[in-house]
Structure formats: C-alpha cells, structure tokens
C-alpha cells in the first residue's frame, strides 16, 4: 500500500511543480484523504486556542508605510552555486540601527518567490504589523529551502532530499552573507526560523537542531520531513532553557496535522511550552499559512 500511495505521491510531481500553489489541487481540503501519506498520525492534544486574525490583516492598507523586498544572491558553500533569497525590509530599516532575522521558508513545490507570489503576502502582513505597531524590528528573509545546484520547483517531491540539506548552507552561508550585507544583530535572540510545510518541518528539524543560532521557532502546517519528536528534542532540559518560542499551526482538515500534534504531545507530557493551533476546518494552504505569519511574527524578539 505505501509504494501504491508513494507512486501516486510521484505522479503529482509534475501537477505540483506546474502550479502556483505549493500543494496539489486535487488534495480538496489538504491531505486528509492519502492516509500515511501525510506522515504521521494524529496524536491526541489539547490545541490551543484560535483567535481570528482581524479583518485586513493581509489586505494592502492605504496611508501606511511601506517596506521592499528585494532579490539577493549569495555564494553558496554547501551547494557550490549562486542561490537566491528575497529580503524584506520594513520602512524603518535605514542601514543604521540593528534589526532581527526571520527567515521564512517555503513547501515543496516553491521556492525564494513562493511567499511573495502565490499567495503569502508576507510584506502587506508585515508593513501592517508595523503600522500598529506590533511587532519587534526585524527583518525576513526568504530563502529557496531547496539546496540542490537544480533548485527550481520541477524539483517537486524528488527535492525532499535537498530540503533536508539545507541547512549547511543556511547556516554556512546564507546566515553570514545577511550578515555582512545587512545591519542586524548576529546572535540566536535575535533570529528565527519558521516555514510552510517542508519548510515548517525544517525550521522545526534546523531550529531546535540549532539551538545556538536560533530562539525562535515556527512550524506552519509543518510536512513529513518532521523528525519525531524524541530525535528533534533529545534533552528536554536544554530546550527548556535555550528555546524562547516553539509555535505551530496546522489546518484542523489538514492531513499532516499529525507531524504537529505528535510534537506537541511530547511537549506536554515533558512541561516544555509549545504552542498548536488547530485553524478551525481549514486545509493545507496561505489560509492557515497567512495566519501563522501574522501570529507567529508578533511573538518573536520581545
Ligand atoms: C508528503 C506530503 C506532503 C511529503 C511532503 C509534503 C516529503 C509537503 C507538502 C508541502 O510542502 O506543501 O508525504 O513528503
């Protein structure tokens, strides 16, 4: 049964690398019907609680300041290329004063433009976070989380092998080049981690891996790339003591809800604060993803 379901997995390779959205169309409302297809299965939690986003908070605002977002290339160790990576810069970056890190990452079937063009919006989410105020400066980066010298999208699932070697040349290269070139701080309170599916499952894998280079982890509807969760938190007391945040949100219709609930299982049976948030009937998509971003930002750095 699992190699019918893997085959059926590589046969939409081609729909998911051709569309703009990173998940498969034919999914409905996410994975729900692929069985273990979706990784894990759903443990049983305590989700914590929904709040609605207010109305707009994706929505371009007139009056307001805006920030840019602008194309880098960076010599990459790891992968022997030049990569690319889109950085946002909120109004207030001037070169002059310090600002924090997220670096945010995209699903299988994206790349460094996923969040900006099919539908993530995350410059309006942040130029409006600004405007009110809520949220800590920071910069975001979004980077291609496909670390393969073909990183484009026709990669597909036959990319999840590239996805989990990202990190070399996350933390090799792209980490120090944003670094030289930007002005902002360069120690782990002040740098985050968060993605959309694989890449929710590698901020989850690299975050907690990394815990010295970063404080701050999210994990948006988080993919089968998720390490279990007694090989992503082997010492319960050093999470406790150098994680600042552990958020996760996941789509109450969403199949690879269970990549999520088995972390936070573990999480509450060893006392370590972990936030899931169950986004009430919604699939695998920027519904849930927009969200994430929007809650996930106004928490980190503060
Ligand atoms: C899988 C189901 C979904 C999988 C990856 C995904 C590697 C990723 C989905 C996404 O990034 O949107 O079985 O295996």
């Known amino acids: 049964m699992k190699k019918v379901l893997?085959?059926?997995?590589?046969?939409?390779?081609?729909v998911a690398a051709s569309a703009q959205e990173p998940n498969f169309p034919m999914m409905g409302g996410g994975f729900g019907g692929f069985g273990g297809f979706g990784g894990q299965q759903q443990t049983n939690v305590k989700f914590d609680e929904y709040v609605a986003a207010p109305a707009g908070f994706d929505q371009e605002r007139a009056g307001i300041k805006k920030g840019t977002v602008k194309l880098i290339e960076y010599q990459s160790e790891s992968v022997g290329t030049t990569r690319k990576a889109n950085v946002y810069l909120p109004a207030s970056y001037d070169g002059k004063k310090k600002f924090s890190v997220l670096y945010l990452l995209h699903g299988i079937g994206g790349d460094e433009w996923e969040w900006m063009n099919d539908g993530g919006v995350p410059n309006i989410i942040m130029d409006n976070l600004y405007a009110d105020g809520k949220v800590a400066d920071m910069i975001v980066?979004?980077?291609?989380?496909r670390a393969a010298k073909d990183d484009s999208r026709a990669g597909g699932y036959g990319s999840?092998?590239?996805?989990?070697?990202?990190?070399?040349d996350l933390i090799g290269s792209l980490i120090p080049y944003i670094e030289k070139n930007f002005s902002v701080y360069t120690d782990k309170d002040h740098r985050a981690i968060a993605g959309l599916s694989m890449g929710g499952g590698q901020s989850l894998n690299f975050g907690l891996g990394n815990m010295d280079k970063f404080a701050y982890v999210g994990g948006f509807s988080s993919a089968p790339n998720t390490q279990r969760a007694a090989q992503l938190i082997p010492d319960v007391e050093k999470v406790k003591k150098e994680n600042k945040l552990l958020w996760m949100v996941c789509g109450g219709a969403d199949g690879l809800i269970g990549n999520?609930?088995?972390l936070k299982a573990f999480c509450d049976e060893n006392g370590i604060p972990c936030t899931l948030i169950n986004y009430p009937n919604e699939g695998h998509n920027f519904t849930v993803w927009k969200y994430g971003l929007y809650n996930f930002a106004q928490l980190i750095f503060k």
């Open 141 to 145: 980066v979004m980077p291609n989380g």
């Open 160 to 168: 999840a092998g590239a996805f989990g070697e990202f990190d070399k």
């Open 6 to 14: 893997f085959s059926a997995a590589l046969a939409l390779v081609a």
């Open 260 to 262: 999520s609930t088995q």
